[in-house]
């Protein structure tokens, strides 16, 4: 007979080795289904977590790479992570994110073809807000009427695909384009191209955001008390109440913060990696970035590991399509897998498993 | 516009989400919240679909939809009930495996045609003029569907086991001490809850569609959850919200085909605009219904 046993305080210890025991679980496993589909397990498993990274061949261009990826969805993450401690689960970051990509683009392209130094902070700024007001309509939605965040936020996501398929498609698309969809191409106007700012680093300005982002929110959680006032909403709501802790005004900061960090992920990427407007240019970041910020366990420095294994998974999955024909679908599988495996074995981290005879009164 | 087709084809759009909605309705009617449903429903159109191509019947696709599906939303079941995770996030998670599986499994199926569902003419009310085949000449899962309602609704109601299922999701505390099973009971609503999704999902790929494409139940999932909310966790309600929702995709679509002079991608967005407004609605109504439980993970503790 096994039975759980609350503990008083999550384990510190199992608040670690869980994430890592739901890689190596998620690998098993994995490794059973490729070999399920004919590959190779160990090679496949390699092929995903080390060649992007040691291959002599590959990881020449696949080594920037795994910051250009982890960039944007750390950046998602950290304001993801936030609003998860309070409770508030905006899961529309991928809405907002196309929403700030769309209306960062959108100031940047008016002023076509400006080479002021203003215009890129102008256009992140504006991509910043273009996250944030997506992000307001379930906040006001929720503290004015209590309309459920989780299903207004997903619905507001494939809202924000269509107004995507519009702009490039129409209004934002390239007139110089010969009537393809796309907008112009930033890759080609160098006053706001987000270029690598070291060669062959990967790093550009939303990676730097990234890392700043991480620094600001360990501040925020654990100095200011506005952090305390946001775990308190979460852990404990009528005490916060009690305490004067307004639930609306945590739940406008959760998603405020949160958009305007998915919307400026958006512009970083528009401009950047993806250098142009297209209907899919946004590659799921922020789904994605659901599992990276559970998977560092909703603290800052975790949140930046997990981005970079979560970057990792990306190539490495590419690098397996390429090598061993593996399906690219199974990578969003092993993605999922690894966010099952952490709930599952998340139940280490609260309970204590006792191991009793029979009943007892 | 033909009325006659308008009706029946507003049958068929609401269908799957119907399904799906009533599943998951009874769910949170047992306290739980699964989020997965729409991982569930896109598993269930694979799977359907694979299923339904390799026997050449749709029948089996149903029925293997189901059970996939079912089995799939163990897992959660699982995790959220024995393991005590957090029901949000074990739901979300369950959207990505199913998102990922079925892109995984479907990926051979792209381009196949599924067999096709014969229409089942129901005696002596199909052969009414106008009425006929609007609401008699349909296939069978439309009927299906709407007796599922009618099933759901008299269980709940009327027997012994719906009283039980419905004091679980209400005071699982309360339940528990009148020695009623809390874990067994949502399992049992979890596993129906998910062979519902599968049919829905199936339903998308094999009549509605016909074929697979990979994330082609395009956010049905949500609306379904959707649904349940707007229906104020009462069957009822639910097949008032799906088939008004069949009517809005129905409509945009037409005026789609018919050219009409609204931006095509106004017209895909409004049934989530319309989804969110009715949502709003609702909330400022003030949502009545909602199972006590709904959402709490249970544990017995000694």
Request: glycine share 12%.
């Amino acid at each position: 007979m096994i039975r759980l046993e609350k503990r008083p305080q999550p384990s510190r210890l199992w608040t670690i080795v869980t994430p890592l025991l739901a890689v190596v679980l998620t690998m098993v496993v994995g490794g059973i289904m490729f070999a399920l589909l004919g590959k190779p397990p160990l090679e496949a498993i390699r092929t995903i977590f080390w060649d992007p990274l040691f291959h002599p061949q590959f990881a020449g261009y696949s080594r920037p790479q795994l910051l250009v990826k982890a960039g944007p969805l750390i950046l998602i993450a950290i304001g993801l992570s936030i609003g998860f401690k309070a409770g508030i689960w905006n899961i529309g970051a991928e809405g907002q994110y196309i929403m700030g990509a769309v209306t960062g683009a959108a100031v940047g392209l008016a002023f076509y073809p400006s080479d002021s130094v203003l215009l890129f902070p102008l256009m992140v700024v504006a991509g910043a807000l273009g996250g944030w007001a997506w992000a307001m309509i379930p906040a006001v939605l929720k503290t004015r009427l209590g309309t459920n965040e989780i299903l207004v936020s997903l619905m507001l996501v494939y809202v924000a695909e269509n107004i995507l398929a519009s702009a490039s498609s129409s209004w934002l698309r390239n007139p110089e384009g010969m009537g393809f969809p796309g907008s112009r191409n930033f890759k080609q106007w160098p006053a706001v191209f987000n270029d690598e700012l070291v060669a062959n680093t990967g790093m550009h300005w939303g990676v730097v955001a990234a890392f700043i982002a991480v620094i600001a929110a360990y501040v925020l959680m654990a100095r200011h008390i506005q952090g305390f006032n946001i775990r308190l909403t979460g852990e404990a709501p009528r005490a916060a109440r009690f305490s004067g802790v307004s639930p609306a005004r945590i739940v406008i900061l959760c998603l405020g913060i949160s958009g305007a960090l998915a919307g400026m992920a958006g512009l970083f990427e528009v401009t950047g990696p993806a250098g142009q407007i297209t209907i899919d240019f946004n590659s799921g970041y922020g789904f994605t970035a659901i599992i990276v910020a559970f998977l560092g366990r909703l603290h800052p420095v975790g949140i930046l590991l997990a981005g970079l294994l979560m970057a990792l998974t990306y190539i490495g999955g590419e690098l397996a399509q390429l090598m061993l024909g593996l399906p690219g679908a199974s990578i969003q599988l092993f993605q999922g897998m690894l966010l099952f495996f952490l709930l599952a074995t998340d139940v280490f981290t609260n309970y204590r498993i006792r191991f009793a005879k029979g009943e007892l009164a | 516009m033909d009325p006659v087709l308008l009706v029946a084809s507003i049958m068929v759009s609401a269908t799957p989400i119907l399904l799906a909605a009533i599943g998951e309705m009874v769910v949170e009617k047992a306290g739980v919240l699964n989020l997965g449903v729409e991982g569930m429903m896109i598993t269930g159109a694979v799977i359907g679909f694979a299923a339904a191509v390799s026997s050449g019947s749709p029948v089996i696709g149903f029925l293997a939809a189901a059970l996939g599906a079912a089995v799939l939303s163990l897992s959660f079941g699982f995790l959220t009930q024995y393991l005590l995770s957090n029901q949000v996030a074990t739901g979300l998670g369950l959207t990505l495996v199913g998102l990922g599986l079925s892109a995984l499994v479907g990926a051979s199926f792209e381009g196949v045609r599924a067999p096709g569902l014969g229409k089942l003419w129901i005696p002596g009310l199909a052969e009414i003029p106008m009425i006929g085949p609007m609401f008699f000449r349909h296939d069978f899962m439309v009927y299906v569907s709407l007796l599922l309602v009618a099933a759901v609704w008299a269980f709940l109601k009327y027997t012994r086991a719906g009283l039980i299922l419905r004091a679980v999701g209400e005071d699982h505390e309360s339940a528990h001490a009148l020695g009623y099973k809390v874990v067994r009971v949502r399992m049992a609503a979890i596993f129906f809850g998910g062979a519902c999704a599968g049919l829905g999902g199936a339903y998308v790929s094999l009549v509605r569609v016909p074929q697979w494409t990979e994330g082609m139940t395009a956010g049905a999932g949500w609306i379904a959850l959707a649904i349940v909310v707007f229906a104020s966790w009462r069957p009822l309600g639910v097949l008032i919200g799906a088939y008004l929702f069949g009517g809005v995709t129905v409509l945009q679509l037409n005026l789609q085909a018919a050219g009409a002079n609204v931006p095509v991608e106004l017209l895909s967005m409004s049934p989530y605009l319309i989804t969110i407004l009715v949502l709003v609605i609702i909330s400022a109504r003030g949502v009545h219904g909602a199972p006590g439980s709904l959402g709490r993970s249970f544990h017995a503790s000694a």
